[in-house]
């Protein structure tokens, strides 16, 4: 197997690593937060906090870095209209992802502190928790534009 398809493999094996553990936190993190059950609250952001520093942060920047290391490999100019609007929208998503990572970083320490104490919820959780959805949202969105990008990559 070549280098450039090694590479190629790392970035598409990061990139499901990336989309699929957001994904599975914002599932869980979604449903954990209408459960009502304050100590599941606590304990699926404890886990949501650990899956972002062990597998999104690492994968964000293996990403762009092995992104640009193929389109150098493949003689993709870089300001192939398709190459553009990726960076534009993993951009976009970054820009996302560093809110939604305080946000939960919070919430799980209102959530660990209202388990622990046996009180409920302060109203700011789920002011939080609007704030955390509708940035992933976005955040997922743009993903997929980047994974038809890479696909597609549409001529100009």
Known sequence: MNSYL???????????????????????MFF?????????????????VRADWWFTAPTAL??????LWLAHQGSWALDAPWIRWS??????????WLPVVWLQLR???MARHAAQSGSALP???????RW????????F????????LMVVKPAP
């Open 62 to 67: 293996v990403q762009p870095l092995t992104g």
């Open 141 to 148: 969105a743009a993903m997929l534009v980047i994974y038809y």
């Open 123 to 129: 109203p700011l959780y789920a002011r939080y928790l």
């Open 6 to 28: 090694i590479l190629k493999w790392i970035h598409v094996l990061s990139s499901v690593l990336l989309v699929g553990t957001g994904f599975g936190s914002a599932y869980y």
């Open 32 to 48: 954990a937060s209408r459960s009502g059950n304050v100590a599941a609250q606590a304990e699926v952001g404890r886990l949501v």
């Open 87 to 96: 960076l534009l929208f993993y951009g976009l998503a970054g820009a996302c």
């Open 132 to 139: 955390w959805e509708r940035l992933g949202y976005i955040a």
């Open 107 to 109: 919430m799980y320490a």
